[in-house]
């Protein structure tokens, strides 16, 4: 139960209302510390706080500002009406005047674009709307048929309205914040719940040009507008930079799937008997760590412990979180043009070259499968075994092999060309 005598402080109040509004997720007191109302102030700083809805903002002071330095042509101000045309005789016929009029607003680019930049105002808007009204919906509903994620929210004394929406919010933006001090942790064994969650998390953030790319696709297909058809074929012009290239999109998706996978395999290979999955099924195991992995990028919710993991997967929590939300695995060409190869290269060689890893990745690498093979060695003896002292040692061996590499590929290219001379 909530205790009243444990008030927040108000430097307490005031980093906590910077950190929902900057969707960081720190927190300096519990969370059931928090009243209602304080909860229902969280909910609004973080929505106005949130990717989306700054970017959504800032589409529409760039069609403003588009409109007030070049104003569209609108069809009802330059149209004549036909008494018009018909008592004005030194004016060009009927027709003339109606095809030139016709001409400038629906034909005009700028008249498309402007057109174009105000409907994805609309699209974004619609899915804002949308995945939040939909996922509080659901989460209300969860809760009302799920008799033990009820319980878990009527013995701390939170209001199921105000969970649902905080969590609909707060995963949505990535904020991480959950109205209960465990976090997720209580509601590890609720599948339902975990997998709602887990699409709001996609949605609002590393999977959001991919789902707003899909939507337009819905919509052109459907109504056939030449705005949406704009917007596919001109995304860079749109001003919006969530509106991404469909191929792009694609492979943005395949890479947050590729990302999500690999977590989840790492994850249930150590961690499947672990004390923080105790007591769960195979399904709900699954879920829970499909949950995890999905928050490690940016969200920063949890169903367990994150001090009892194992290391390997701290390093590979580490990596996918210095990873931007939009990163794609295989580097993209701009569109404006095929980019420049030196003469004689090849489209092989520069796909190799593409999907050679950095050396931040292999080290990066090599730490986690170290991790992994001497975890019994981290965990009896921590002062001689830490993950620390590990990267410490694989960077220190990685430059002396690129150094030893560089100096052998020195000694090639000299002696080639003293048997050219």
């Known amino acids: 139960m909530r205790d009243a005598a444990s008030k927040p402080q108000n430097l307490d109040l005031f980093f906590m209302a910077v950190s929902a509004n900057t969707v960081s997720s720190m927190d300096t007191v519990e969370m059931e510390a928090f009243s209602n ?51 004005d005789s030194d004016r060009l016929e009927l027709g003339t005047v109606e095809s030139a009029a016709i001409s400038c607003p629906e034909g005009g680019s700028e008249y498309l674009r402007h057109s174009s930049i105000k409907q994805l105002g609309f699209v974004v808007l619609g899915y804002f709307l949308v995945v939040h009204v939909v996922g509080y919906v659901l989460i209300l509903a969860y809760l009302s048929i799920i008799p033990s994620a009820r319980a ?3 013995g701390k004394g939170i209001h199921f309205h105000t969970f649902s929406i905080f969590t609909t919010v707060s995963s949505f933006t990535n904020c991480g914040f959950i109205p209960t001090n465990e976090n997720m942790i209580v509601f590890k064994n609720c599948s339902g719940l975990l997998i709602l969650i887990i699409a709001q998390i996609l949605a609002g953030n590393t999977m959001f040009p991919s789902f707003l790319r899909l939507v337009i696709w819905v919509f052109k297909k459907h109504t056939k507008r030449r705005e949406f058809d704009y917007m596919v074929m001109n995304h860079g012009e749109m001003g919006f930079d969530h509106l991404l290239p469909g191929f792009h999109a694609v492979l943005l998706a395949l890479t947050v799937l590729g990302f999500v996978v690999v977590q989840l395999i790492l994850f249930c290979c150590l961690e499947w008997r672990s004390e923080g999955l105790n007591g769960l099924s195979p399904y709900q195991k699954i879920v829970a760590s499909t949950f995890q992995s999905v928050n490690s990028r940016h969200a920063g919710e949890s169903i367990v412990d994150l001090s009892t993991i194992s290391p390997a997967i701290l390093v590979l929590y580490v990596v996918v979180m210095y990873l931007p939300p939009y990163t794609s695995f295989i580097p993209l060409r701009d569109d404006d043009g095929p980019s420049k190869r030196k003469e004689g290269g ?73 048997f050219s001379s």
Do not use: W, Y
Request: proline share 3%; charged share 25%; hydrophobic share 50%.
């Open 37 to 87: 109302s304080q909860l229902v102030i969280l909910t609004l700083l973080m929505l106005v706080g949130g990717e989306v809805f700054t970017s959504m903002v800032g589409l529409q002071f760039t069609r403003i500002k588009l409109e007030k330095e070049e104003p569209p042509c609108d069809k009802a101000s330059i149209e004549l009406s036909s008494k018009e045309l018909a008592t």
């Open 152 to 154: 878990v929210l009527e």
């Open 346 to 418: 090849s489209k092989r060689k520069n796909l190799v070259q593409d999907l050679i890893l950095p050396q931040l990745s292999c080290l990066a690498i090599f730490v986690i499968i170290i991790c992994i093979t001497e975890r019994k060695r981290l965990s009896e003896d921590p002062l001689n075994f830490s993950v620390l002292n590990i990267v410490i040692e694989v960077v220190r061996h990685f430059l002396l092999i690129f150094k030893a590499i560089k100096e052998i590929a020195l000694v090639v290219q000299q002696a080639r060309k003293d």
